[in-house]
């Protein structure tokens, strides 16, 4: 794995192609936490296998495989790196041919239908578009747009009743700016759960209301 010089560039579609393109054609990476990890977690808030779920910022994770072998067989993965959607598609496209995947920008979702959709998964997608700031407590302008503009965009395409699922190691005061204020243009109703016993882990759970 190529890590980068500077902790910005885990937030540059340059550093992941640039990666994608050096690693081999079956690695694989998962942030945070594997899904049988949060498997249990992901169960009760999907109850249905029949779900049509977006995942977000997909990268080379074994998430949305290991999701698949478990029942959920309608995934829609996007990654703004068309090397990393290029390898994962040649990879499942026999195994698994109802996953599909897409490069789109998680700040636009160009092309994708308001409504569309059940389920939304960010596992370290929207902690990755923070890294140009070390700062917590008062990030820069741009963090602040690019993450509403993605929380945004996931509001649109869920349908009633629909979940936004987010993961990450961020702690509640840094990360309840992003899902909460004026950018939500729906009535939500916000979880929040702690995964983990000594390093914690976070699952945010926003439903459309």
Known sequence: ?????????????????????????????????????????????????????????????????????????????????????????????????????????????DGLDTSSFDVAIDKGTMDAMMTSSTDVWDPPEQVIKDCTAEVSQVIRVLKRNGIFIYITFGQPHFRRRYLTGPHITRDTS???????ESFHYYMYTLRML
């Open 1 to 109: 794995m190529s890590l980068p010089h500077k902790n910005e560039e885990y937030g540059t579609e340059v550093y992941w192609d640039k990666r994608y393109e050096q690693e081999a054609e079956d690695a694989s990476f998962d942030w945070f936490k594997t899904y049988a990890d949060v498997a249990h977690d992901i169960r009760k808030f999907i109850p249905s296998r029949d779900a049509r779920i977006l995942m977000l910022g997909c990268g080379n994770s074994k998430f949305s495989e290991d999701m698949w072998e478990d029942g959920y067989k309608n995934i829609v993965n996007v990654d703004y790196s068309p090397v990393v959607i290029e390898k994962m598609r040649n990879r499942h496209k026999d195994a698994r041919p109802e996953m599909t995947w897409e490069v789109k920008d998680v700040r636009t979702l």
């Open 190 to 196: 916000l979880e929040i759960n702690q995964l983990g």
